[in-house]
């Protein structure tokens, strides 16, 4: 008698919560779950990501960073590329027009950018390239570490910096 009435609370609370459960033995498998994988974009989060966070290597200018990344990413339609422009834009930065701008889909995005050859993307996009990304390793966790995306740039072939990019969660 327990083991059902169990189910029917949980069931209950569930549906108060805005949780539906399909069947008893659905939540009886959850039970189980150590590890729940959600494609959140725009169902847990707001669908807007922006810019949170600019790392810089030795030598770089955190504005010339953003102002040149987004120079690049002004050509792509991915909306990282979009959160990446409007941070450019909200500092007052204006993009310049880039020449030769290539996109791999899944990895990143380059170009050149006042002569300047930019890489924006994953670090095993520039390492690809042969851009040395270690030196932004140790950035690129702890921005991982507080739930942003961490996105690479290099300045003609250096690593210049990271950026985190999140999308916050629903207030709901």
């Known amino acids: 008698l327990a083991t059902p009435m169990s189910i029917m609370v949980g069931v209950g609370r569930g549906a108060q919560a805005g949780v539906l459960v399909r069947n008893a033995?659905?939540?009886?498998r959850l039970e189980k779950v150590d590890t729940l994988v959600v494609d959140k974009?725009?169902?847990?989060?707001?669908?807007?990501?922006?810019?949170t966070a600019i790392r810089t290597a030795d030598g770089c200018e955190e504005?010339?960073?953003?102002?040149?990344a987004a120079s690049v990413e002004r050509a792509s339609s991915h909306p990282l590329a979009g959160a990446i422009v409007a941070a450019a834009t909200a500092r007052g930065l204006t993009p310049?027009?880039?020449?030769?701008?290539?996109?791999?889909?899944?990895?990143?995005?380059?170009?050149?950018?006042?002569?300047?050859?930019?890489?924006?993307?994953t670090a095993g996009f520039l390492a690809e390239r042969g851009i040395d990304t270690p030196v932004l390793a140790a950035a690129a966790a702890?921005?991982?570490?507080?739930g942003?995306?961490?996105v690479y740039v290099a300045i003609d072939d250096v690593a210049a910096g990271v950026l985190?990019?999140?999308d916050p969660v629903k207030r709901s």
């Open 148 to 150: 942003a995306t961490a």
């Open 96 to 121: 310049s027009a880039p020449r030769d701008v290539e996109q791999t889909i899944g990895k990143g995005v380059s170009g050149i950018v006042e002569g300047r050859r930019i890489l924006v993307g």
């Open 142 to 146: 702890a921005l991982r570490s507080g």
């Open 63 to 68: 504005t010339e960073l953003l102002r040149m």
């Open 25 to 28: 033995e659905a939540l009886e």
């Open 41 to 51: 974009t725009g169902t847990l989060t707001q669908g807007r990501p922006s810019v």
């Open 164 to 166: 985190g990019i999140s």
